[in-house]
């Protein structure tokens, strides 16, 4: 019954824009902590930024800092991964995944999150 779904992946040139959307269903999303996570093949999988209940704290990898923006919109069971100068070497399938609140660290470590969606390749080529 609980639902994660990502959307919005796809193929973009070096340097170009893409809006990634997590969609959820079954459960209110204000409630849970979000991450989106990345894995490419045969590379371990990493978190790319997560975002507290309300939005008002986030967190993001070292090697996204400056170019994405994690945010969310309760209302709309849906959130957000706005990437920008998007670089090769963020090609990847990425994930959404939502945890409790009261569980949230805010380390936005992979192995904390308990509900996972399939995810959406996001590719980076010229």
């Known amino acids: 019954q609980l639902q994660l779904v990502e959307s919005g992946g796809g193929l973009v040139q070096p340097g170009g824009s893409l809006r990634l959307y997590c969609a959820a269903s079954?459960?209110?999303?204000?409630?849970?902590?979000i991450g989106w996570f990345r894995q490419a093949p045969g590379k371990e999988r990493e978190g790319v930024s997560c975002i507290s209940s309300s939005g008002g704290s986030s967190k993001y990898a070292d090697s996204v800092k400056g170019r994405f923006t994690i945010s969310r919109d309760n209302a709309k069971n849906t959130v957000y991964l706005q990437m920008n100068s998007l670089k090769p070497e963020d090609t990847a399938v990425y994930y959404c995944a939502a945890l409790e609140e009261i569980y949230y660290s805010g380390k936005c470590n992979y192995a904390d999150f308990d509900y996972w969606g399939q995810g959406t390749q996001v590719t980076v080529s010229s």
């Open positions: 079954g459960i209110t999303l204000g409630y849970y902590a």
